[in-house]
C-alpha cells in the first residue's frame, strides 16, 4: 500500500499534517477552517517501503485558493494509486531507464531544479511591480486555449475593450503585446519614426531618457528637452520647442516613476496637431491611479504597463493608436527596423486591419490579464483615480509627520502611485531599504537614471492602495529611521 503525507503551513508553521492512502477521498482539513487570509503551504510526500520520499510543494492563496490546494492533493493521492509495488522495486523498468538516462548524458539536472520552488511573502511597496489580487493570480492556473481557437479571438476582444475604456478612446487600433513597458515605448517610436525624422523627447527623468535612446539608435534625429527630475514642461516651452524642432513625434511621461511626477497634459495635443506633430505619451506609473484621457486630451499614441495599477502580473503592455498615428505608421517609405513589433503584423494578429486574422502569437497566458481589466471594469476608473488620490494623500500627510520631506513640493503634480521624498539627512538610504526590507519583509526603493542619490520611492498602486499599507509603510520608515546609523547631520 502506497501513502500520501499531506503537509499543511502557514508562515512557516506548521497547521496540521494528514495522511491518506492512494485514491482516499480527501477532505478540507479542520485546521484550514480556522487559518487566516496569509498564504499557506501545501507538502506532499509519497512513501512506499524504503523508497526515497519525493517532495511536492506549491504555494496558494488561502482565501481563493484552498479548494483547488486540496483538490491537488486529493488528484495527487489517487494519482499514486496506479503504482503498484513493482514499479517502485529497484529493478523496475523506471529505474532502469533512468540508470540509463543518467549515464548518456554528460550534464546532469541542474541541483537547483531538483529543489522545491519557494517565493517569499512580501510587502511589493516600491514603483513596481506592485502585489496582486488573489483572483488574478487564480485565474493563472486558467487552462491553456490554443491561439487559433474561437474562444481567443473573443478573450482578445474582450482585452481590446477593457483596453480601450482604461484609455477613454474610441481607437479600433488598440492591441496588447507581449513584453514589459519597454516593449510597447520601443513599438511607438520603431512604427510612427523613420530613419532621419526629427523627433522631440521631453526628459525629466529615466523615461525621456530611454526613449530618447531608442529613437536615435533606430537613426532618428533626437532633440531634448531637458530638466532635473521633479520639474514639468510649461505649455508654451513644449509649442516653442516644437515650432524650432519641427519633429514629426513628440514625447513625454505623463506618470514619471523615477521623481514621482505626475506630468499636466492638458492643450499639448493640441499643439502637436497644430504643428502636424504626433503626441506618444507614456502611462505606465499612472494609468488607473490618475485621469487620463486619450481622445479628448488629443493623445495619437499611448501605451501603459500591466505591473502597476492594472493588478496584473508583468509582461503584458497594452498600447493603442489613433487615426493620425495610423496615417503615418501604415505610409511608411521603410520598414520599422524590428519585425516583431510591426505594427503591419500586430494589427492583423488583433484584429484591427478589417482582414482575416491570422494566429495571435504574441499572447500567451491571458487569463490573469482579463481578470485585472475586470476588476478596473467593476471598480470603475473615477473611483479607482478617487482612491489612488486619496490613499497617497494619507500616506504623505504622514510622511511629513515623521519628519520626512516631500520630492515634489506641488501638491497637485505628485504621482498618485508612486510618493517620492527627499533621501533624509544623515542616512544612508541603501541601508535603510535593507533594513526595512530585512525586518519588515517590505520592498521599496531608492531613485532609478537622474534621481539616483535624490529620492526614496514607495509605491502603493492597485491591490496595494490601501490605508491599512500606507500605515505598514509609515511604521516600517519609523523604525528604520530609529534604528538605523544616522552618519551625520
Known amino acids: 500500500m502506497i501513502y500520501v503525507t499531506v503537509s499543511y503551513t502557514c508562515h512557516y508553521q506548521p497547521l496540521c499534517q494528514v495522511t491518506h492512502k492512494c485514491g482516499q477521498q480527501v477532505k478540507d482539513p479542520v485546521c484550514l477552517k480556522s487559518s487566516t487570509k496569509h498564504p499557506f503551504r501545501l507538502s506532499l510526500s509519497v512513501c512506499q517501503r524504503d523508497l526515497t520520499p519525493c517532495r511536492f510543494l506549491g504555494n496558494r492563496t488561502q482565501a481563493v485558493m484552498q479548494r483547488a490546494l486540496i483538490g491537488r492533493s486529493a488528484l495527487l493521492a489517487q494519482q499514486a494509486a496506479v503504482l503498484d509495488a513493482p514499479l517502485f522495486s529497484r529493478n523496475a523498468p523506471v529505474l532502469q531507464r533512468l540508470d540509463r538516462s543518467m549515464s548518456s548524458v554528460t550534464v546532469p539536472p541542474p541541483a537547483c531544479l531538483l529543489r522545491p520552488l519557494e517565493?517569499?511573502?512580501?510587502?511589493?511597496?516600491?514603483?513596481?511591480?506592485?502585489?496582486?489580487?488573489?483572483?488574478?493570480?487564480?485565474?493563472?492556473?486558467?487552462?491553456?486555449?490554443?491561439?487559433?481557437?474561437?474562444?481567443?479571438?473573443?478573450?482578445?476582444?474582450?482585452?481590446?475593450?477593457?483596453?480601450?475604456?482604461?484609455?477613454?478612446?474610441?481607437?479600433?487600433?488598440?492591441?496588447?503585446?507581449?513584453?514589459?513597458?519597454?516593449?510597447?515605448?520601443?513599438?511607438?517610436?520603431?512604427?510612427?519614426?523613420?530613419?532621419?525624422?526629427?523627433?522631440?523627447?521631453?526628459?525629466?527623468?529615466?523615461?525621456?531618457?530611454?526613449?530618447?535612446?531608442?529613437?536615435?539608435?533606430?537613426?532618428?534625429?533626437?532633440?531634448?528637452?531637458?530638466?532635473?527630475?521633479g520639474g514639468y514642461f510649461t505649455n508654451k516651452e513644449i509649442e516653442q520647442a516644437v515650432e524650432k524642432h519641427k519633429p514629426v513625434l513628440f514625447f513625454l511621461t505623463h506618470g514619471e516613476s523615477s521623481a514621482g511626477l505626475c506630468h499636466p497634459m492638458d492643450g499639448i495635443g493640441d499643439i502637436c496637431r497644430k504643428h502636424n506633430c504626433l503626441f506618444?505619451?507614456?502611462?505606465?506609473?499612472?494609468?488607473?491611479?490618475?485621469?487620463?484621457?486619450?481622445?479628448?486630451?488629443?493623445?495619437?499614441?499611448?501605451?501603459?504597463?500591466?505591473?502597476?495599477?492594472?493588478?496584473?502580473?508583468?509582461?503584458?503592455?497594452?498600447?493603442?493608436?489613433?487615426?493620425?498615428?495610423?496615417?503615418?505608421?501604415?505610409?511608411?517609405?521603410?520598414?520599422?527596423?524590428?519585425?516583431?513589433?510591426?505594427?503591419?503584423?500586430?494589427?492583423?494578429?488583433?484584429?484591427?486591419?478589417?482582414?482575416?486574422?491570422?494566429?495571435?502569437?504574441?499572447?500567451?497566458?491571458?487569463?490573469?490579464?482579463?481578470?485585472?481589466?475586470?476588476?478596473?471594469?467593476?471598480?470603475?476608473?473615477?473611483?479607482?483615480?478617487r482612491k489612488h488620490k486619496e490613499v497617497s494623500g494619507y500616506l504623505q500627510r504622514g510622511l511629513e509627520d515623521l519628519g520626512l520631506k516631500l520630492f515634489i513640493p506641488e501638491r497637485d503634480l505628485r504621482l498618485p502611485s508612486v510618493t517620492t521624498i527627499a533621501i533624509p539627512e544623515g542616512y544612508d538610504?541603501?541601508?535603510?531599504?535593507?533594513?526595512?526590507?530585512?525586518?519588515?519583509?517590505?520592498?521599496?526603493?531608492?531613485?532609478?537614471?537622474?534621481?539616483?542619490?535624490?529620492?526614496?520611492?514607495?509605491?502603493?498602486?492597485?491591490?496595494?492602495?490601501?490605508?491599512?499599507?500606507?500605515?505598514?509603510?509609515?511604521?516600517?520608515?519609523?523604525?528604520?529611521?530609529?534604528?538605523?546609523?544616522?552618519?551625520r547631520g
Open 119 to 229: 517565493a517569499p511573502l512580501r510587502y511589493l511597496f516600491g514603483p513596481g511591480p506592485s502585489n496582486v489580487p488573489p483572483r488574478v493570480l487564480a485565474a493563472g492556473g486558467r487552462p491553456i486555449i490554443g491561439h487559433l481557437h474561437p474562444e481567443m479571438y473573443g478573450i482578445m476582444n474582450d482585452i481590446k475593450k477593457g483596453i480601450q475604456y482604461a484609455f477613454q478612446t474610441e481607437n479600433k487600433m488598440t492591441i496588447s503585446m507581449s513584453g514589459s513597458g519597454h516593449a510597447a515605448m520601443e513599438c511607438a517610436v520603431f512604427n510612427a519614426v523613420e530613419p532621419g525624422e526629427s523627433v522631440l523627447v521631453a526628459v525629466n527623468g529615466i523615461w525621456g531618457e530611454r526613449v530618447a535612446e531608442i529613437a536615435e539608435r533606430m537613426g532618428a534625429n533626437v532633440h531634448k528637452m531637458v530638466k532635473a527630475p
Open 280 to 385: 506618444l505619451v507614456d502611462t505606465v506609473a499612472s494609468l488607473g491611479a490618475a485621469p487620463i484621457y486619450m481622445d479628448k486630451q488629443s493623445i495619437d499614441i499611448l501605451y501603459t504597463g500591466s505591473q502597476k495599477a492594472l493588478n496584473a502580473p508583468p509582461g503584458t503592455a497594452p498600447i493603442s493608436f489613433n487615426e493620425r498615428a495610423c496615417q503615418k505608421m501604415f505610409n511608411r517609405k521603410t520598414k520599422p527596423v524590428s519585425y516583431l513589433f510591426d505594427m503591419t503584423h500586430l494589427s492583423n494578429y488583433w484584429g484591427c486591419d478589417g482582414k482575416p486574422a491570422r494566429a495571435p502569437s504574441d499572447i500567451a497566458l491571458p487569463g490573469p490579464y482579463v481578470e485585472s481589466l475586470a476588476i478596473l471594469a467593476e471598480t470603475g476608473l473615477e473611483e479607482s483615480w
Open 429 to 487: 538610504w541603501r541601508e535603510m531599504l535593507v533594513y526595512i526590507m530585512k525586518n519588515h519583509q517590505m520592498e521599496m526603493t531608492g531613485g532609478l537614471g537622474p534621481s539616483i542619490g535624490m529620492v526614496m520611492r514607495i509605491g502603493l498602486m492597485g491591490y496595494n492602495c490601501e490605508k491599512t499599507n500606507a500605515d505598514m509603510a509609515l511604521q516600517a520608515l519609523a523604525d528604520a529611521l530609529k534604528n538605523c546609523k544616522k552618519t
